[in-house]
């Protein structure tokens, strides 16, 4: 289904309904020309007449292999998609005063969202008079940044924003692993101590 809207996309040959197109390509003359010579070009060169700017006047007309040009238009489209990762944020709640067991718990889990590449969005929630702990909701969320420092790096420091304060962290390229020593075989003394006795024998 996928390959049949791609191939809808482009038209080819006498699909193409025009008066004169524009040709481009490394092997053809480039320029304007009627749309029955430009059919003979690509017959002549045993290749399809492919228009890939339908809009343009005249139309923008490729001569190539049309099953050779849709592979390429399909390896493209992968690779945008590859570059097109949506970035993952998730979000971990502190109060102002929160204990070490319920701070280690999330700690875990953000190393575990920055491992899987995810963005990790951490903030603390100042509910009513609370707000008068501020600078202590900024103390934990500079440690938690520090306490995940092998992980993630700070992308936003801690920021006041109506009653949460924000802290952004984005997860840590993985580093290139090091090409490993190579190691030096050296012969086990004992072999060497065998042909020792075995030059002797023959002396």
Do not use: W
Not at 28 to 35: A, D, L, Q, S, T
Not at 150 to 175: C, H, T
């Amino acid at each position: 289904m996928k390959n049949d809207s791609l191939k809808d996309q482009y038209r080819i040959n006498e699909r193409i309904k025009v008066r004169e197109v524009r040709l481009v390509g490394d092997n053809v003359e480039n320029g304007v020309f009627p749309i029955s010579q430009a059919l003979k070009i690509a017959e002549d060169l045993d290749l399809d007449l492919v228009e890939i700017s339908p809009n343009a006047v005249p139309p923008v007309c490729r001569v190539t292999d049309y099953q050779k040009f849709l592979y390429q238009q399909k390896k493209r489209q992968k690779e945008q998609k590859a570059k097109s990762v949506k970035v993952i944020v998730k979000e971990i709640r502190f109060g102002p005063q929160t204990d070490d067991h319920d701070y280690n718990f999330k700690l875990k889990h953000a190393k575990s969202f920055l491992e899987e590449g995810a963005k990790v969005k951490a903030y603390v929630f100042f509910k009513g008079r609370s707000i008068l702990f501020k600078e202590q909701g900024e103390v934990l969320l500079l440690r938690f940044a520090n306490d995940l420092e092998d992980y993630g790096k700070v992308e936003q420091l801690p920021v006041l924003e109506g009653k949460r304060m924000i802290i952004m962290l984005s997860p840590k390229k993985a580093s290139v692993p090091s090409a490993k020593p190579v190691k030096k075989v050296v012969a086990p003394p004992v072999q060497k101590k065998t042909e020792e006795k075995e030059n002797k024998d023959k002396e």
